[in-house]
Protein backbone atom coordinates (compact mmCIF):
# COMPACT_ATOMS: atom_id res chain seq x y z
CA UNK A 1 0.00 0.00 0.00
CA UNK A 2 2.84 2.36 1.11
CA UNK A 3 4.11 2.14 -2.57
CA UNK A 4 1.25 2.72 -3.99
CA UNK A 5 1.17 6.11 -2.48
CA UNK A 6 4.75 6.43 -3.58
CA UNK A 7 3.62 5.50 -7.03
CA UNK A 8 1.68 8.66 -7.22
CA UNK A 9 4.50 10.83 -7.08
CA UNK A 10 4.56 9.86 -10.60
CA UNK A 11 1.57 11.04 -11.79
CA UNK A 12 1.17 13.82 -10.50
CA UNK A 13 3.93 15.25 -9.24
CA UNK A 14 5.58 17.53 -11.71
CA UNK A 15 2.24 19.20 -11.94
CA UNK A 16 1.12 19.63 -8.37
CA UNK A 17 4.86 21.21 -7.46
CA UNK A 18 5.35 23.27 -10.06
CA UNK A 19 5.10 26.39 -9.65
CA UNK A 20 4.85 26.97 -5.29
CA UNK A 21 1.00 26.42 -5.77
CA UNK A 22 0.77 24.54 -2.58
CA UNK A 23 -2.36 24.95 -0.78
CA UNK A 24 -2.14 25.47 3.35
CA UNK A 25 -4.02 22.61 3.26
CA UNK A 26 -4.60 21.39 6.26
CA UNK A 27 -3.30 23.96 8.58
CA UNK A 28 -5.45 27.24 8.23
CA UNK A 29 -5.61 28.89 11.60
CA UNK A 30 -3.52 28.71 15.07
CA UNK A 31 -4.89 27.85 18.23
CA UNK A 32 -2.95 28.35 21.44
CA UNK A 33 0.27 26.31 21.65
CA UNK A 34 -0.09 22.83 23.06
CA UNK A 35 -3.42 22.10 21.38
CA UNK A 36 -3.55 19.15 19.27
CA UNK A 37 -6.58 17.70 17.15
CA UNK A 38 -6.73 13.58 15.87
CA UNK A 39 -8.76 12.83 12.57
CA UNK A 40 -9.60 9.49 11.67
CA UNK A 41 -10.96 8.12 8.57
CA UNK A 42 -10.81 5.44 5.66
CA UNK A 43 -8.25 5.49 2.72
CA UNK A 44 -9.49 3.30 -0.42
CA UNK A 45 -8.01 1.92 -3.27
CA UNK A 46 -10.17 0.80 -6.51
CA UNK A 47 -9.25 -1.10 -10.02
CA UNK A 48 -11.92 0.01 -12.07
CA UNK A 49 -11.35 -2.83 -14.84
CA UNK A 50 -13.69 -1.13 -17.36
CA UNK A 51 -13.69 -4.78 -19.62
CA UNK A 52 -14.22 -6.66 -17.07
CA UNK A 53 -17.52 -8.67 -16.40
CA UNK A 54 -17.34 -8.37 -12.67
CA UNK A 55 -16.61 -4.80 -13.10
CA UNK A 56 -15.01 -2.20 -10.11
CA UNK A 57 -12.26 -4.64 -7.80
CA UNK A 58 -12.38 -2.75 -4.27
CA UNK A 59 -9.51 -3.07 -1.82
CA UNK A 60 -10.94 -3.27 1.22
CA UNK A 61 -9.97 0.17 2.87
CA UNK A 62 -7.48 0.91 5.10
CA UNK A 63 -7.52 3.07 8.44
CA UNK A 64 -6.11 6.40 8.60
CA UNK A 65 -5.08 8.82 11.47
CA UNK A 66 -3.97 12.09 11.34
CA UNK A 67 -2.47 14.44 14.34
CA UNK A 68 -1.95 18.07 13.98
CA UNK A 69 -0.37 19.43 17.27
CA UNK A 70 0.89 22.86 17.88
CA UNK A 71 4.23 21.76 19.94
CA UNK A 72 6.27 24.98 20.51
CA UNK A 73 6.66 28.44 19.61
CA UNK A 74 10.45 30.59 18.95
CA UNK A 75 11.47 33.41 16.91
CA UNK A 76 13.40 32.63 14.20
CA UNK A 77 14.34 34.38 11.00
CA UNK A 78 12.14 35.20 8.52
CA UNK A 79 12.76 37.18 5.21
CA UNK A 80 15.56 39.20 7.22
CA UNK A 81 13.69 39.55 10.20
CA UNK A 82 12.89 38.29 13.54
CA UNK A 83 9.22 36.82 13.29
CA UNK A 84 7.05 34.70 15.83
CA UNK A 85 6.97 31.24 14.60
CA UNK A 86 5.15 28.02 15.93
CA UNK A 87 6.10 24.75 15.82
CA UNK A 88 3.69 22.42 13.99
CA UNK A 89 3.59 18.54 14.22
CA UNK A 90 1.52 16.27 11.70
CA UNK A 91 1.40 12.27 12.23
CA UNK A 92 0.14 9.75 9.76
CA UNK A 93 -0.87 6.50 10.62
CA UNK A 94 -2.39 4.63 7.82
CA UNK A 95 -2.83 0.59 7.38
CA UNK A 96 -5.00 -2.30 7.81
CA UNK A 97 -6.62 -2.64 11.19
CA UNK A 98 -5.03 -5.14 13.72
CA UNK A 99 -6.56 -6.56 17.14
CA UNK A 100 -8.15 -2.81 17.29
CA UNK A 101 -4.77 -1.03 15.79
CA UNK A 102 -3.89 0.35 12.57
CA UNK A 103 -0.81 -2.12 11.23
CA UNK A 104 1.22 0.76 9.43
CA UNK A 105 3.48 -2.47 7.77
CA UNK A 106 7.25 -1.78 7.51
CA UNK A 107 7.04 1.68 6.62
CA UNK A 108 5.64 2.45 9.87
CA UNK A 109 4.12 5.66 11.08
CA UNK A 110 5.20 9.30 9.04
CA UNK A 111 5.10 12.47 10.98
CA UNK A 112 6.04 15.96 9.28
CA UNK A 113 7.52 18.67 12.65
CA UNK A 114 8.00 21.97 10.62
CA UNK A 115 8.41 25.89 11.90
CA UNK A 116 6.24 28.30 10.16
CA UNK A 117 5.95 31.94 10.70
CA UNK A 118 2.90 32.79 12.59
CA UNK A 119 1.68 35.74 10.13
CA UNK A 120 1.76 33.08 7.44
CA UNK A 121 -1.11 31.27 8.80
CA UNK A 122 -4.89 32.96 7.84
CA UNK A 123 -8.15 31.83 7.49
CA UNK A 124 -8.95 33.29 3.83
CA UNK A 125 -8.41 31.76 0.68
CA UNK A 126 -6.97 35.01 0.03
CA UNK A 127 -4.75 38.11 1.77
CA UNK A 128 -5.55 41.36 2.61
CA UNK A 129 -4.65 42.05 -1.53
CA UNK A 130 -7.06 39.16 -2.79
CA UNK A 131 -3.86 37.80 -3.94
CA UNK A 132 -4.75 33.70 -3.55
CA UNK A 133 -3.27 32.18 -0.34
CA UNK A 134 -1.61 29.23 -2.04
CA UNK A 135 1.55 27.60 0.31
CA UNK A 136 2.43 27.98 3.38
CA UNK A 137 6.03 29.05 3.84
CA UNK A 138 8.65 26.87 6.32
CA UNK A 139 11.63 28.81 8.49
CA UNK A 140 13.13 24.83 8.48
CA UNK A 141 11.41 21.43 8.93
CA UNK A 142 11.49 17.76 9.24
CA UNK A 143 10.50 14.84 8.20
CA UNK A 144 10.28 10.89 9.93
CA UNK A 145 9.20 7.82 8.50
CA UNK A 146 9.42 4.74 10.69
CA UNK A 147 12.22 4.13 12.74
CA UNK A 148 14.07 6.39 10.60
CA UNK A 149 16.75 9.70 11.51
CA UNK A 150 14.04 12.69 11.10
CA UNK A 151 15.59 14.30 7.54
CA UNK A 152 15.53 18.07 6.91
CA UNK A 153 12.91 19.25 4.63
CA UNK A 154 14.43 21.10 1.74
CA UNK A 155 11.09 22.47 -0.11
CA UNK A 156 10.66 26.24 0.58
CA UNK A 157 6.92 25.24 1.81
CA UNK A 158 4.69 22.71 3.47
CA UNK A 159 4.09 19.78 0.93
CA UNK A 160 2.21 17.11 2.95
CA UNK A 161 0.35 15.74 -0.72
CA UNK A 162 1.00 13.00 -2.03
CA UNK A 163 3.18 11.20 -0.11
CA UNK A 164 1.56 12.05 3.44
CA UNK A 165 -1.97 13.26 3.29
CA UNK A 166 -3.95 13.28 -0.14
CA UNK A 167 -5.53 16.56 0.00
CA UNK A 168 -4.29 18.40 -3.42
CA UNK A 169 -2.64 22.27 -3.74
CA UNK A 170 -5.32 23.69 -5.81
CA UNK A 171 -4.45 27.94 -6.99
CA UNK A 172 -8.50 28.15 -6.20
CA UNK A 173 -10.91 26.70 -3.55
CA UNK A 174 -14.41 27.42 -4.69
CA UNK A 175 -17.27 27.76 -1.98
CA UNK A 176 -19.96 24.86 -2.52
CA UNK A 177 -22.01 25.92 0.60
CA UNK A 178 -20.92 28.75 2.90
CA UNK A 179 -22.49 27.19 6.49
CA UNK A 180 -23.26 23.36 6.40
CA UNK A 181 -23.04 20.83 9.22
CA UNK A 182 -19.09 18.83 8.41
CA UNK A 183 -20.73 15.95 10.64
CA UNK A 184 -17.61 15.15 12.52
CA UNK A 185 -16.88 13.55 15.80
CA UNK A 186 -16.29 17.13 17.93
CA UNK A 187 -19.88 17.76 19.42
CA UNK A 188 -19.24 21.58 19.42
CA UNK A 189 -18.46 21.82 15.77
CA UNK A 190 -22.14 22.59 14.29
CA UNK A 191 -21.36 25.13 10.96
CA UNK A 192 -18.67 25.10 7.89
CA UNK A 193 -17.93 26.24 4.58
CA UNK A 194 -17.22 23.42 2.62
CA UNK A 195 -14.34 23.91 -0.22
CA UNK A 196 -14.21 22.09 -3.57
CA UNK A 197 -10.78 22.12 -6.00
CA UNK A 198 -10.24 19.88 -8.59
CA UNK A 199 -6.77 19.86 -11.24
CA UNK A 200 -6.45 17.58 -14.10
CA UNK A 201 -2.86 16.33 -14.89
CA UNK A 202 -2.87 15.09 -18.55
CA UNK A 203 -0.30 13.70 -20.87
CA UNK A 204 -0.62 11.42 -24.35
CA UNK A 205 -1.95 8.26 -22.58
CA UNK A 206 -2.62 8.68 -19.30
CA UNK A 207 -4.58 11.29 -17.48
CA UNK A 208 -5.11 11.86 -13.66
CA UNK A 209 -7.89 13.95 -12.16
CA UNK A 210 -7.51 15.26 -8.42
CA UNK A 211 -10.78 16.56 -6.66
CA UNK A 212 -10.63 17.73 -3.02
CA UNK A 213 -13.41 18.94 -0.65
CA UNK A 214 -12.78 20.30 2.60
CA UNK A 215 -14.74 21.44 5.66
CA UNK A 216 -13.55 24.74 7.05
CA UNK A 217 -14.24 25.74 10.42
CA UNK A 218 -12.78 28.11 13.23
CA UNK A 219 -14.42 26.00 15.93
CA UNK A 220 -11.44 23.03 15.25
CA UNK A 221 -8.05 23.36 15.55
CA UNK A 222 -5.79 24.71 13.36
CA UNK A 223 -9.60 25.50 11.28
CA UNK A 224 -10.24 22.37 9.13
CA UNK A 225 -12.76 20.00 10.46
CA UNK A 226 -12.84 17.44 8.13
CA UNK A 227 -11.64 16.53 4.27
CA UNK A 228 -12.18 13.91 0.95
CA UNK A 229 -10.25 13.41 -1.86
CA UNK A 230 -10.43 11.40 -4.93
CA UNK A 231 -7.52 10.50 -7.54
CA UNK A 232 -8.84 8.94 -10.71
CA UNK A 233 -6.09 7.56 -13.38
CA UNK A 234 -7.48 7.22 -16.95
CA UNK A 235 -5.46 5.62 -19.91
CA UNK A 236 -5.73 5.67 -23.80
CA UNK A 237 -3.77 5.14 -26.75
CA UNK A 238 -1.26 7.35 -27.98
CA UNK A 239 -2.90 7.62 -31.14
CA UNK A 240 -6.41 8.04 -29.85
CA UNK A 241 -8.30 11.06 -29.49
CA UNK A 242 -8.89 12.65 -25.91
CA UNK A 243 -12.77 11.52 -25.56
CA UNK A 244 -10.98 7.82 -25.41
CA UNK A 245 -9.51 8.05 -22.41
CA UNK A 246 -10.70 5.64 -19.50
CA UNK A 247 -10.53 5.15 -15.93
CA UNK A 248 -8.51 2.01 -14.95
CA UNK A 249 -8.03 3.21 -11.33
CA UNK A 250 -8.85 5.49 -8.29
CA UNK A 251 -8.17 6.61 -4.71
CA UNK A 252 -10.50 7.80 -2.25
CA UNK A 253 -10.27 8.89 1.07
CA UNK A 254 -12.33 10.21 4.08
CA UNK A 255 -11.00 12.15 7.19
CA UNK A 256 -13.23 13.54 9.98
CA UNK A 257 -12.15 15.59 13.40
CA UNK A 258 -13.03 12.90 16.09
CA UNK A 259 -10.92 14.82 19.32
CA UNK A 260 -9.01 17.83 20.12
CA UNK A 261 -7.89 18.70 23.56
CA UNK A 262 -4.92 20.64 25.59
CA UNK A 263 -3.01 18.04 27.21
CA UNK A 264 -2.02 14.64 27.34
CA UNK A 265 0.32 12.33 25.12
CA UNK A 266 -1.38 12.89 22.22
CA UNK A 267 -0.28 16.86 21.86
CA UNK A 268 3.29 16.28 23.26
CA UNK A 269 5.96 16.29 20.45
CA UNK A 270 7.43 12.83 19.25
CA UNK A 271 10.50 14.20 17.51
CA UNK A 272 13.38 15.54 18.80
CA UNK A 273 15.22 17.76 16.24
CA UNK A 274 18.28 20.07 16.36
Known sequence: MKAFVAGLVCLVAQAAFAPLAYSQGVVCQLPPDGTWVRFEGSYTQSEIRP???????????????VWIKSVGSEMAEYRGEMTACRWIEIKIDRGREKDGNIDTGLTGSEIYKVLIPESSVIASNVDQNKVPVSFLPLVKGYRKVGKADPKPLTEPALQLYPLGILVGYYRELKVVEASVDPEVGIEAVKQAQQL?????????????????????????????????????????DAQEARDAFKPVSEVTIEMKAKETGTEGAEGKSELTVP
Open 51 to 65: DSAEGKLDISPWIEK
Open 196 to 236: QGQISIERTTSRTVQESTIWKSPDVPFGVARWSAKITREVK
